[in-house]
């Protein structure tokens, strides 16, 4: 099968692709390249298999990314928690990887890491460190209520009692997302993303992303950033405001989030990614939520071992710590500077 890169002339059928097959999934959309192209400035590559009809039966998106501090490598999709080749057969998905190793080795990357939903069936070395958590919906919200225990909706409670409110909308409740965000990534010692990459997230999916904020008063305590596809909707990004912590807004969050689901006929909630036995991988595990393997994928050149650009890394320990002394606002101008290069 022949395999191209797209073109502006080819996104319609690439739409018509991913909504037909079954292993697509929400980052495979052609416009998250246009959102990391105009957010962070990294060349966006969208490999195509043709039939030879013209007819798409596959597709790979990536991402190459190049800095003196992290490195020249290339991820499909950086910043996201899913992407990986998308075709409908073996000799199809083989073509696809081929190609784009190819293109990895004229750009002389490290290496290519592939955030695949199913794992390949090849030689690539894979992580497994991390799963996805995911929670079957019923039909209605009363339903979804009564399947939780006791104490679950005893703690979900607490925050109403307090007189926390929950609101669920679009660009007009990203100031509120985006402080807390902030807040807590300076908390976590993580550099923030851009205000701009939510905003246009917004912009680019307008009918299928949100955001659900808890209020205090008028002041946003929890917040979350909702993405429809199909019948999921997962929340990539959540958080709280450590103050608050007794009055446990985080659980109005996530409620409110799983209601708006079977309100707007998803049947599976995904929580995000991971690790098995930490705190939020429990806190995620007590709603119900099953763990769904997420087995990164690798190639990298010269045989070398996995890398590891994450913050449980050693050599970033320092660095970390010192992010979470800076000011607020000092960690809004320098952050999206910095993960830009992070994926």
Request: glycine share 6%; with cysteine.
């Amino acid at each position: 099968m022949p395999i191209n890169l797209a073109e502006t002339r080819d996104l319609g059928r690439v739409d018509d692709y991913i909504q037909s097959d079954n292993g697509s999934n929400l980052y495979h959309d052609f416009r998250w390249g246009r959102i990391i192209e105009k957010c962070f400035g990294h060349r966006y590559y969208l490999l195509l298999s043709e039939r030879n009809d013209g007819t798409l039966n596959g597709l790979l998106p990536f991402v190459h990314m190049k800095s003196w501090s992290f490195g020249n490598f290339i991820v499909s999709m950086p910043y996201l928690n899913y992407g990986g080749v998308c075709a409908e057969d073996e000799s199809t998905r083989n073509d696809l990887l081929e190609e784009a190793i190819r293109i990895a080795k004229d750009l002389h990357a490290s290496h290519f890491e592939f955030r695949q939903e199913k794992l390949l069936n090849n030689h690539f070395p894979v992580k497994t460190a991390k799963v996805s958590m995911r929670l079957g919906l019923p039909d209605s919200q009363d339903d979804l209520w009564k399947s939780f225990p006791s104490k679950l909706r005893s703690q979900v409670k607490v925050p109403r009692k307090a007189g926390m409110i929950a609101r669920v909308g679009g660009v007009e409740e990203l100031e509120s997302f985006y402080h807390v965000f902030s807040v807590n990534m300076r908390h976590l010692g993580t550099p923030v993303y851009p205000k701009r990459f939510f905003r246009t997230i917004l912009e680019q999916f307008p009918k299928t992303t949100w955001i659900c904020s808890v209020y205090a008063g008028e002041n946003p305590v929890a917040s979350g950033f909702l993405a429809g596809y199909k019948n999921r909707l997962e929340i990539p990004w959540a958080s709280s405001l450590r103050k608050y912590n007794r009055s446990s807004p985080n659980m109005l969050l996530y409620w409110s989030c799983m209601k708006f689901a079977c309100e707007n006929g998803f049947t599976v909630f995904d929580f995000g990614r991971s690790t098995p036995g930490e705190s939020t991988y429990r806190f995620k595990e007590q709603w119900g939520a099953l763990p769904t393997p997420m087995p990164w994928s690798y190639w990298i050149r010269n045989e070398e071992t996995i890398p590891d650009i994450t913050p449980k890394n050693q050599k970033y320990h320092f660095a970390i710590e010192v992010w979470k002394k800076l000011p607020l606002p000092i960690t809004k101008i320098l952050g999206p500077r910095i993960i830009r290069n992070i994926p």
